[in-house]
């Protein structure tokens, strides 16, 4: 069967959901081969091979860390070239759309970014994407090379399908220009305990409405009695009340969760093409008018210092 | 020693606007205004900001597009760019991204360049990975999705915002920097700026000045293929209630039914 590689998001060995999802979709389309870059490898390996990988290549250089992109593309294209791949899958995220974009480029592939689900098709792998802030659903295919996607988190379940998953070096002659772009220092994000907004199954999002730093305790209380990661619009962000890491939307994060809460947030077209696919949408809103109120299933008119709170309590008592 | 750069803007359809497909499945641009990529103008705008900390320096803003595309250069031209270069050719119509890439980095090599600047991501394909094709296509180095940026003495440096950390990185120039708009809301064309750039040169270039064949670009040299888009159908109507104290538990109500809790 053709060989698909799989390219894997990990901290130290520790894999992240997505790439388990991408696992899932690559077994649609052949045997999933996995490449580990960075330390780890043999941590990652175990959970690789139940997921379906047929086999696992890794590389560990102090390339991968202290300079930006290029080298990773020098190790994915050195596994094309051991593997000759149909396709190329890699977790959309902004570093890896751009390695996603230089390997292709290389390798004489078509890309395609932000697909949403994948298929084995007559002419080649398809892929579905949402266009203009998810009005419209795509389908495309590389009619070039192997098909090079990056695929956006909470596209396809998570399912164990055990494979041999047998480890291989993976030897990667750096490109001359691997060590153009270096990063001078990194500053890791401080947990916040929370999910991973990209990844979460549920968001609860503030904007404007929430007025100022100290409310979004408000928002926060709620994201926690439903376990849920925490979004804010660009307003909540450029006001300073919230990280940027966390905003949702065209130039936040694109988050498609099953349940998505918007609290103070008009929803505006650009915060809309971050959350539009969300499978249940919230809102709760003073203004009756809020566009944002087009979008969901079930809508609050109301204060949210009055409806959040109330709806908080009302989920923890539930719970217990 | 003048410092050369080129940014790279590009005209789109009006995000507010009721963008769709046309029949051969490329962007719709009949019924839609078009303007500048609103990200693009902070590209502009971090061009203006190291053009002025240098000696002497040159700001030269580039687009691939149909003709309206204009419209986007003389926009960039009235924030204060020097001059624009604007590719078009009919044959260019469905170039995809790799395919936009090769265009552009002909025609930045054509112009000659130390510093190339990008967006992020244009506003309607979205895709932001231009930049990095376009690096890959020069052979310079990337230094992409920049919330602060600074170039001094032929180094450029900056700060990359990602999902687990926050980096510092740098690089030699020649290179392609893009920026985010964290980066410093851009300025607004002053009446003087917008006087000026009516004066200010435009070049048009088609792809025999490139030395590109029409099979390398367009629809049928684009190496990915668009099969279908159908519209989504509208979310059906919800259930909309107005707080009148229960709002909260209501709520709830609905999110026990939806099994959510
Ligand atoms: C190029 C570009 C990119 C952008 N990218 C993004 C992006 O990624 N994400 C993003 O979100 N935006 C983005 N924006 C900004 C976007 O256009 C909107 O300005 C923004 O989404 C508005 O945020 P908001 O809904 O929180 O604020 P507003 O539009 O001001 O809405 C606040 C809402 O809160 C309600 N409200 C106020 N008080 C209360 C209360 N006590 N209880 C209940 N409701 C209350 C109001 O009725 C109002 O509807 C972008 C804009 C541009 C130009
Ligand atoms: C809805 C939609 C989906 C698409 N999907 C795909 C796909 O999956 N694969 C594919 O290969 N193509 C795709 N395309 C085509 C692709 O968008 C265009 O080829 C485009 O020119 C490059 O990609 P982008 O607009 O996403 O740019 P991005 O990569 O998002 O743009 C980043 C930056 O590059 C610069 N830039 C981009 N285009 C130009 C230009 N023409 N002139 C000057 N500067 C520019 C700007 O500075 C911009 O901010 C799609 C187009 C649309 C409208």
């Known amino acids: 069967m053709a060989e698909v590689l799989v390219f894997v998001d990990h901290v130290d060995g520790a894999v992240r959901k997505p790439t388990l999802e991408l696992l899932t979709l690559a077994r649609r389309i052949g045997d999933p081969v996995a490449v580990v870059l960075g330390g780890g490898a043999g941590v990652a390996a175990g959970v690789l091979a139940e997921h379906g990988a047929v086999r696992v290549l890794a590389a560990d250089a102090p390339e991968f860390a202290e300079f930006l992109v290029v080298p990773k593309v020098d190790a994915l294209q050195a596994a094309v070239e051991v593997?000759?791949?149909?396709?190329?899958?890699?977790?959309?995220?902004?570093?890896n759309k751009e390695i996603a974009a230089r390997l292709a480029v290389r390798i004489g592939s078509g890309i395609i970014t932000d697909a949403t689900d994948l298929e084995a098709g007559e002419e080649g792998v398809v892929a579905t994407q949402s266009a203009f802030a998810a009005s419209f659903t795509t389908k495309s295919r590389v009619s070039r090379g192997a098909a090079v996607v990056t695929v956006k988190p909470n596209s396809a379940p998570v399912e164990a399908a055990p494979a041999a998953g047998v480890v291989e070096e993976l030897v990667v002659v750096f490109s001359a220009l691997a060590r153009g772009t270096k990063v001078l220092s990194r500053t890791p994000r401080e947990s916040t305990g929370r999910p991973e907004l990209t990844e979460a199954a549920i968001v609860v999002s503030g904007g404007r409405g929430v007025n100022g730093a100290d409310n979004f305790r408000v928002i926060e209380a709620l994201a926690d009695s439903l376990g849920a990661a925490v979004g804010a619009s660009r307003a909540a962000v450029d006001a300073g009340?919230?990280?940027?890491?966390?905003?949702?939307?065209?130039?936040?994060?694109?988050?498609?969760?099953?349940?998505?809460?918007?609290?103070?947030?008009?929803?505006?077209?650009q915060h809309r093409a971050g959350m539009q696919t969300s499978k249940t949408i919230v809102a709760i809103n003073k203004d009756a008018e809020a566009p944002i109120f087009d979008l969901v299933d079930y809508g609050v008119v109301g204060d949210l210092f009055n409806v959040v709170p109330q709806l908080t309590d009302e989920v923890t008592a539930r719970k217990n | 020693?003048?410092?050369?750069?080129?940014?790279?803007?590009?005209?789109?359809?009006?995000?507010?606007?009721?963008?769709?497909?046309?029949?051969?499945?490329?962007?719709?641009?009949?019924?839609?205004?078009?303007?500048?990529?609103?990200?693009?103008?902070?590209?502009?705008?971090?061009?203006?900001?190291?053009?002025?900390?240098?000696?002497?320096?040159?700001?030269?803003?580039?687009?691939?597009?149909?003709?309206?595309?204009?419209?986007?250069?003389?926009?960039?031209?009235?924030?204060?760019?020097?001059?624009?270069?604007?590719?078009?050719?009919?044959?260019?119509?469905?170039?995809?991204?790799?395919?936009?890439?090769?265009?552009?980095?002909?025609?930045?090599?054509?112009?000659?360049?130390?510093?190339?600047?990008?967006?992020?991501?244009?506003?309607?394909?979205?895709?932001?990975?231009?930049?990095?094709?376009?690096?890959?296509?020069?052979?310079?180095?990337?230094?992409?999705?920049?919330?602060?940026?600074?170039?001094?003495?032929?180094?450029?440096?900056?700060?990359?915002?990602?999902?687990?950390?926050?980096?510092?990185?740098?690089?030699?120039?020649?290179?392609?920097?893009?920026?985010?708009?964290?980066?410093?809301?851009?300025?607004?064309?002053?009446?003087?700026?917008?006087?000026?750039?009516?004066?200010?040169?435009?070049?048009?270039?088609?792809?025999?000045?490139?030395?590109?064949?029409?099979?390398?670009?367009?629809?049928?040299?684009?190496?990915?293929?668009?099969?279908?888009?159908?519209?989504?159908?509208?979310?059906?109507?919800?259930?909309?209630?107005?707080?009148?104290?229960?709002?909260?538990?209501?709520?709830?109500?609905?999110l026990a039914g939806q099994k959510f809790i």
């Open chain 1, 241 to 269: 009340w919230y990280p940027h890491t966390n905003q949702v939307g065209q130039t936040g994060k694109s988050v498609s969760p099953q349940l998505y809460i918007a609290s103070g947030i008009s929803g505006a077209i």
């Open chain 2, 1 to 254: 020693m003048s410092l050369r750069i080129v940014v790279c803007v590009k005209y789109v359809p009006d995000a507010t606007g009721d963008r769709h497909f046309a029949d051969d499945l490329t962007l719709d641009r009949e019924d839609v205004d078009g303007l500048l990529s609103e990200l693009d103008e902070y590209a502009v705008e971090q061009a203006l900001q190291i053009a002025d900390e240098a000696d002497d320096a040159e700001v030269t803003v580039l687009t691939v597009g149909p003709e309206d595309a204009k419209d986007a250069l003389r926009k960039a031209l009235s924030m204060g760019a020097d001059k624009a270069v604007h590719v078009e050719d009919d044959d260019l119509h469905g170039t995809d991204a790799v395919g936009t890439s090769l265009v552009l980095a002909r025609a930045v090599e054509k112009t000659g360049y130390d510093l190339v600047i990008s967006g992020m991501a244009s506003t309607d394909g979205a895709m932001g990975v231009v930049p990095a094709l376009l690096a890959e296509r020069l052979g310079v180095a990337q230094v992409t999705l920049l919330s602060e940026v600074a170039v001094e003495g032929g180094v450029v440096t900056g700060r990359r915002d990602g999902d687990t950390a926050s980096e510092r990185v740098e690089a030699s120039l020649p290179a392609v920097v893009s920026v985010t708009d964290q980066s410093g809301e851009a300025r607004y064309p002053s009446f003087k700026g917008i006087m000026a750039a009516k004066k200010k040169p435009v070049v048009s270039l088609d792809l025999g000045d490139l030395g590109l064949d029409a099979g390398e670009v367009g629809l049928g040299g684009a190496w990915t293929v668009v099969d279908s888009a159908v519209q989504r159908p509208a979310r059906t109507a919800g259930t909309i209630v107005k707080d009148e104290g229960e709002g909260g538990k209501r709520l709830a109500e609905f």
């Open chain 1, 83 to 95: 593997v000759s791949p149909v396709a190329v899958l890699l977790p959309s995220s902004a570093e």
